[in-house]
């Protein structure tokens, strides 16, 4: 029997890159959207769809104890606005409030459900500025921050949190780096700390695949993080990348 998997935001950039790799795996994937009118794209994919909100808490933990999913895939950002600088405040307060809200009523449908484990994604700029680089997985997040960039660091915070202390699921977080390619609406690589879209749905799999759980910074660089302890548990390199020597 293939192993069942809940991809939550199975539309959105890291989603669509993560379907196929899932797929090709030999997972049963389910994939969410709040949108009906792709409900016909995930299923070209090979995916089965589930039309529903993370903000409906009933919803969602009906759909998954009726799928009783072994993991979830936790891909849900709203960043819709992102790309409009006179919305800036707008996206960091609709972001956090997915990766708090959203993050709480999935971490509990998924216990209902029984499900045993959670890869979910974070983001990596949300270290102390003081703190030494590159930053480790153990260096202070940038809880004093202010501004819209408080929002966004005690957004990501809250995300964390909950899947590493949800009691019976294994947790996993992956700080991703700044995102780019298909479906990010960035073409070009970063100068530093950047992360092309294929390479953070290659570390969720991996993630997936990992059973100790845990903080994985993931970026192509390590100028702002160090990504040590991806490469030597997860076994993930960015494609191209020397093997470990």
């Known amino acids: 029997m293939q192993e069942r998997i809940f991809l939550a935001g199975a539309t959105g950039a890291i989603g669509t890159a993560l379907i196929p790799l899932l797929r090709a795996a030999g997972y049963e994937v389910y994939g969410s959207t709040r949108h009906a009118d792709r409900a016909a794209r995930l299923e070209t994919a090979g995916v089965h769809p589930v039309v529903v909100d993370v903000f409906d808490a009933e ?16 891909q849900l950002t709203d960043l819709a606005t992102l790309h409009d600088p006179a919305r800036a405040a707008e996206t960091a307060r609709r972001n956090a409030r997915i990766r708090e809200t959203g993050t709480r009523n999935l971490v509990h449908a998924a216990s209902q459900a029984g499900a045993v484990g959670m ?7 949300i270290y ?20 819209d960039r408080r929002v966004s660091v005690l957004g990501a915070a ?4 909950q899947v590493l202390q949800a009691p019976g699921l294994r947790g996993t977080v992956l700080r991703y780096g700044r995102l780019y390619g298909p479906g990010t609406g960035v073409k070009a690589r970063p100068v530093s700390n950047g992360l092309h879209v294929n390479e953070a749905a290659r570390a969720a799999l991996a993630a997936l695949r990992y059973t100790g759980g845990g903080v994985f910074n993931i970026a192509e660089d390590e100028v702002e993080v160090s990504c040590a302890r991806a490469h030597a548990m997860l076994g993930w390199r960015p494609a191209g990348a020397a093997p470990a020597g």
Do not use: K, Y
């Open 59 to 74: 919803a969602l933990a009906v759909a998954l104890m009726r799928i009783r999913p072994a993991s979830i895939m936790h």
């Open 158 to 161: 809250a995300l964390e949190r």
């Open 128 to 147: 102390a500025p003081d703190a030494p680089r590159p930053c480790d997985e153990t260096a202070p997040l940038d809880l004093n921050a202010t501004g």
């Open 119 to 125: 890869v979910a994604q974070s983001i990596n700029w």
